[in-house]
């Protein structure tokens, strides 16, 4: 029987190819990956067009329960569902990896990611370096990674994509030292906190990478037709209100090619 | 009216979604993007599914004749097909541009590019430095720029995708001066020319970049059922068929996670 690790795109039922769809019709259960991103359409919307009934796949059934997921693809065809592109997270590398071990069947079947839609911002997608993510800091943990990528992106003349953080169903860190499973609220990080982010580390470290000068993009719903792209500067960025989630912040590198230039004014 | 610029994604005419078929079809004209990428089927098999004519569009209409395509969705509903996703070519930003600024709606559906689809591999996205290409070389112009490429992102330990050369319908230097349109038959670069392509600039640079013993990851066909993809010491990749196009090359950063080394190991 075959496994199918089905990309679906970046907004709604419809972004799903049709190969994925034929796949998602003649499986015997469809798992969704319901914690690393997020859809602009409900889980409904989703069922009521693949005509199947879907099983959410929290971290925990996907992480240290992946036999549930991979027991049913050694009898039957399965259908695990990604938001965006199939390989966006560790953790689907490695039920690729389990699912080979175990001899079963392996059908791949690509999507948009947010990694080649931000393109839409006219910056050329080979000019990306490493790729970021900002994280909700807690009291006693409040990495820098991000601002030290931006450091060497720039180092090196090379835009910077800043992934914005998601809390999904996820307990407080005091809940998970006592062991009680209590979902906080959902978060999305805006772009506004993302730039604030940057901005604290600066204070602190004043090696002059990003200030309330430093020109950025900040976009909303990429890969949707109701998206949002707002390029200026920090300050100016963080007047904005960029609305629904997704978010994310890109920060290009200093020397533009004409046609980046060109498209970018428009997001002026 | 609106022009729709569709990625088909990387594979064959099942690839669309849902929401970029549905533009094909309520569309007058149709155009496809046909020199910088290839799909494994043919323009019939579009054709057929979309129940639509398509119009094959070269550099030349595309590049000096865009207006041919702007004037269209001036007055009717267009979709522009880009095999992968949208914004994989300048080019294609300049026509988003073009459409702006002649007042045209845009509706931009995305898909999956090489730049997403190479996960498979088992390489975490985000720590990809620079995309880079390499061509074929002509008598009096061997770029390095792949060399450089690599060298820097070896520097911050970071992962390289070579994109590798692809010549449709472009007649030769020769030609091109004399201004004869003689189309020379379609190339497509292969893993291993790509590897004696860093091998010659090690040769003559001597930097210790790219030697027989560098390990690298070949692909083909990547987002197609019947993909290859194999591990290994340039020395030993030399030695193989890769087959059919596409082909691309990665360099692994030195350092790799213990998952990423799992997966790969799977590819030796």
């Known amino acids: ?101 175990k001899g079963i069947k392996l059908e791949v079947i690509n999507n948009a990611s947010i990694l080649n839609a931000i393109g839409i911002v006219g910056l050329e997608l080979y000019k990306f370096g490493k790729t970021t993510s900002i994280v909700f800091p807690l009291d006693n943990w409040k990495p820098e990674t991000h601002y030290n990528v931006l450091k060497e992106n720039q180092a090196m003349d090379l835009h910077t994509l800043a992934l914005l953080d998601i809390k999904v169903k996820e307990p407080s860190p005091e809940d998970i030292k006592k062991g009680n499973n209590n979902p906080l609220p959902e978060r999305y990080m805006t772009v506004n906190e993302g730039i604030r982010s940057l901005l604290d580390i600066e204070e602190k470290r004043r090696e002059g990478i990003f200030t309330l ?29 960029f609305g629904e989630p997704l978010h994310c912040l890109i920060i290009p ?16």
């Open 1 to 101: 029987m075959t496994l199918y690790m089905i990309g679906l795109g970046l907004n709604d039922q419809k972004d799903i190819t049709l190969k994925g769809l034929e796949a998602v019709k003649k499986s015997k259960k469809v798992f969704l990956e319901s914690y690393t991103s997020r859809l602009n359409c409900s889980v409904q919307e989703l069922e009521k067009l693949y005509e199947q009934k879907i099983i959410l796949a929290d971290r925990e059934l996907v992480e240290s329960k992946a036999d549930k997921i991979l027991d049913s693809a050694l009898k039957e065809d399965v259908s695990f569902l990604v938001i965006g592109d199939v390989f966006s997270a560790t953790t689907h590398t490695d039920l690729y990896i389990r699912a080979l071990e």
């Open 213 to 241: 000068d430093t020109f950025c993009i900040g976009c909303a719903r990429i890969g949707s037709k109701d998206f949002k792209i707002i390029a200026g500067t920090a300050k100016e960025l963080l007047e904005k209100d």
């Open 253 to 268: 590198s200093k020397n533009l090619h004409d046609i980046e230039r060109e498209m970018i004014e428009k997001w002026k």
